[in-house]
C-alpha cells in the first residue's frame, strides 16, 4: 500500500469549490462512515491481538494492511471535514 498522498490531499486550499449545503450532506455521509470505521478498527485490533496471543508473537500481516488502509482512509476523511481539502475520500473517489 502506498502511504502517499497526491497534490489533491496536500495542496492548500484558497476557497472551498461545492456549494456549503452539497458539503454539509457529504460531511454527515462521511461523519457516520468514520464511526463505521472507528468500530472496524477496534475490531481488527482485538482480532491482532488475539491473533498474537495464539500465535507466539507473530502479527497477521493482511491485517496489518487492512488496519493501515483504514487508517488512511481516516486521515484523509479527517481533512475533508475540517476544510483542509476539497477531495472527497472514498467511496466518493478512487481508494488510493
Given at each position: 500500500?502506498?502511504?502517499?498522498?497526491?497534490?489533491?490531499?496536500?495542496?492548500?486550499?484558497?476557497?472551498?469549490?461545492?456549494?456549503?449545503?452539497?458539503?454539509?450532506?457529504?460531511?454527515?455521509?462521511?461523519?457516520?462512515?468514520l464511526s463505521f470505521a472507528q468500530s472496524v478498527l477496534i475490531l481488527l485490533a482485538v482480532i491482532q491481538?488475539?491473533?498474537?496471543?495464539?500465535?507466539?508473537?507473530?502479527?497477521?500481516?493482511?491485517?496489518?494492511?487492512?488496519?493501515?488502509?483504514?487508517?488512511?482512509?481516516?486521515?484523509?476523511?479527517?481533512?475533508?471535514?475540517?476544510?483542509?481539502?476539497?477531495?472527497?475520500?472514498?467511496?466518493?473517489?478512487?481508494?488510493?
Amino acid at each position: 500500500m502506498q502511504d502517499v498522498d497526491d497534490d489533491r490531499d496536500t495542496a492548500p486550499l484558497d476557497k472551498l469549490t461545492e456549494p456549503l449545503g452539497l458539503r454539509l450532506v457529504y460531511m454527515v455521509i462521511i461523519g457516520v462512515m468514520l464511526s463505521f470505521a472507528q468500530s472496524v478498527l477496534i475490531l481488527l485490533a482485538v482480532i491482532q491481538f488475539v491473533i498474537v496471543l495464539i500465535d507466539t508473537r507473530q502479527p497477521n500481516a493482511r491485517l496489518a494492511d487492512l488496519g493501515c488502509m483504514v487508517g488512511a482512509w481516516v486521515a484523509k476523511a479527517a481533512r475533508y471535514m475540517v476544510g483542509a481539502t476539497n477531495a472527497k475520500p472514498w467511496p466518493f473517489r478512487e481508494m488510493d
